[in-house]
C-alpha cells in the first residue's frame, strides 16, 4: 500500500478518484496523535529500507587516494558519432594512459601530466575518472618481426590489397 494510504486509510483522492462524497468532519486530537505515529512508522520503515540498500551498494566501494608521482590511467567516456581519442564504436578505449599524477586539487580532484597531444584537454579530473596504475615489466611490449603475405584481388573495376600475417 502507498504511504499515503497507510497514512489516511483511504486511497489519494484525486480528480479522477473521488471515494467519498459528502460533506467533511473535523476530527479530534486522537485522530491526529495516530497520524503522527503512523507518519514516524513510515519513516522508520523508508528509513530501514534505505540503510539496507546503502549496505549492499557500499560493499562493492573502496576509498579512492592517490599521492603525487603515482600513475593512473584515465577513464574516457565514448559517445557515439564523437571521435575522441581516435576510435569510436567498439574499439573505442575505456582508459587511456598511463599518466603521472601531478598534485592533489582539492577534496576530489586531481592534476595530471598529460602529454602533447592532449593539450586540448584540461588536466584536472576528478577522482573517479582515475584508475591506479600498478608498473610492471610483462606491460611494456617488445617489437617483433612479423612476416607478412601480400596479395591483391582484383574485381571488375578496383583492386584491394590483402595481408596475411602469420604468427609464430
Not at 116 to 135: D, G
Not at 145 to 153: A, T
Request: some cysteine; overall charge positive.
Amino acid at each position: 500500500m502507498t504511504p499515503f494510504e497507510d497514512l489516511y486509510g483511504r486511497r489519494c483522492q484525486t480528480p479522477l478518484f473521488w471515494d467519498e462524497v459528502g460533506e467533511r468532519q473535523v476530527e479530534g486530537p486522537e485522530l491526529i496523535q495516530q497520524m503522527v505515529d503512523k507518519v514516524e512508522l513510515i519513516k522508520r520503515r523508508i528509513k530501514t529500507t534505505q540503510d539496507r540498500q546503502t549496505s549492499y551498494a557500499n560493499t562493492k566501494r573502496r576509498p579512492l587516494y592517490f599521492e603525487a608521482g603515482e600513475h593512473v590511467f584515465l577513464r574516457v567516456l565514448p559517445f557515439r558519432k564523437m571521435m575522441r581519442f581516435g576510435l569510436k564504436g567498439k574499439l573505442a578505449p575505456r582508459f587511456i594512459g598511463p599518466f603521472e599524477m601531478l598534485e592533489k586539487v582539492g577534496d576530489v580532484a586531481y592534476s595530471l601530466a598529460l602529454p602533447p597531444y592532449l593539450s586540448s584537454i584540461h588536466n584536472v579530473f576528478h577522482m573517479s575518472l582515475l584508475c591506479q596504475y600498478v608498473a610492471d615489466e610483462s606491460h611494456i611490449l617488445h617489437p617483433m618481426e612479423v612476416q607478412l603475405d601480400r596479395k591483391d584481388k582484383v574485381l571488375w573495376n578496383k583492386c584491394i590489397p590483402l595481408v596475411m600475417v602469420q604468427w609464430q
